[in-house]
């Protein structure tokens, strides 16, 4: 059974520019949720996606995009990009018993 | 909406010595409520969840928790730590519904063994 993955593992991005995240959602899983993670701080719900339709949606700004794919992978990506972005991004997957999402090793994201 | 606060931001224990992170959540509906760890440059790893059942949840690594429906607490125990656990702990809950899960997270607790 493959894990969630993503890619890049690390990523420095100048402000105002644009960054694509990728996730692959662990091997079953129909729903993918995105979380930015702020140094020293708990992880922040982003949006989610279920059968590639968006799903719920955080407090983040319409910058933040995302899409998910027939094969349930998804993409994140953050436009106009500002210092306050910089954070570890971290996508989870979960099955049709989404009480129980499973974490990928997150993208580091530094804008400069 | 729901929150949850980690009361302490950090907890240093002895090797071998119990602790306890505590947890409490505020929500208007019913929830699930999960425990993960995070190692240094690591993404989360599941430790235990509550969905229904038992108050008393056991999860990996010796770690055990207790849902006070009450008190709205989930603290998080282990009665015996090894330097291995030094790391980051997050509580975290879920609305149960059909559709949509996302997690609430409180702000960390850091754990750090000491020989």
């Known amino acids: 059974e493959t894990g969630v993955t993503q890619s890049p593992t690390h990523l420095i991005k100048t402000r105002g520019q644009q960054v694509t995240l990728r996730c692959s959602s662990q091997?079953?899983?129909?729903?993918v949720s995105w979380y930015q993670q702020a140094l020293g701080q708990g992880p922040q719900f982003i949006f989610q996606?279920?059968?590639?339709?968006?799903?719920g949606r955080g407090n983040f700004p319409p910058r933040f995009s995302g899409l998910q794919f027939p094969n349930y992978s998804s993409e994140l990506n953050v436009n106009a990009l500002e210092l306050d972005d910089s954070a570890l991004y971290l996508c989870?997957?979960?099955?049709?018993?989404?009480?129980?999402?499973?974490f990928g090793p997150g993208t580091r994201l530094t804008v400069t | 909406a729901q929150s949850v606060t980690q009361l302490d931001s950090q907890v240093p224990v002895f090797e071998e010595a119990p602790v306890e992170l505590r947890c409490n959540y505020s929500?208007?509906?019913?929830?699930?409520l999960f425990w993960y760890v995070q190692y240094p440059n690591q993404g989360l790893q599941l430790l235990l969840k509550?969905?229904?059942?038992?108050?008393l949840v056991k999860g990996i690594n010796g770690f055990e928790a207790e849902f006070n429906k009450s008190q709205t607490s989930f603290h998080l125990r282990k009665p015996s730590v090894h330097i291995s656990d030094t790391a980051e702990y997050f509580c975290?809950?879920?609305?149960?519904?059909?559709?949509?899960?996302?997690?609430?997270f409180g702000g960390g607790t850091r754990v750090l063994v000491k020989p």
């Open positions: 989870a997957s979960s099955g049709e018993n989404r009480g129980e999402q499973y």
């Open positions: 996606y279920y059968r590639e339709e968006e799903n």
């Open positions: 929500s208007s509906v019913s929830v699930y």
């Open positions: 975290a809950v879920s609305e149960v519904k059909a559709a949509g899960n996302k997690l609430t």
């Open positions: 509550y969905l229904s059942g038992s108050t």
């Open positions: 091997s079953g899983h129909n729903t």
